[in-house]
């Protein structure tokens, strides 16, 4: 089951891996203009975390895929294992 939000809701929110690190804060999205469907987040990322240091940046900002996104409510939940691997 694909996990259906609204673009406009995720603007600021926290990055958290599911192991409880703060990655960094949401800025833009990437969307595939002919589905809509989001393709990544692009975020801020938190200088105090390991992880969002060993990322893949672009402008300084992190591109982080959609696919490793676990859960949205107060904060996005990343996968731990599919953010390291991309």
């Given amino acids: 089951m694909g996990k259906f939000v609204i673009a406009k809701q995720l603007a600021g929110k926290t990055l958290v891996s599911n192991d409880g690190e703060g990655i960094g804060r949401v800025v833009d999205l990437a969307v595939n203009e002919v ?18 240091r060993k990322m893949r940046k672009e402008d300084g900002l992190l591109v982080i895929p959609y696919s490793a996104v676990l859960a949205v409510s107060d904060y996005i939940i990343l996968d731990k294992k599919a953010i390291a691997a991309a």
């Fill in 35 to 52: 589905t809509g469907k989001i393709i990544s987040i692009i975020a801020e990322g938190n200088p105090d975390s390991v992880t969002a």
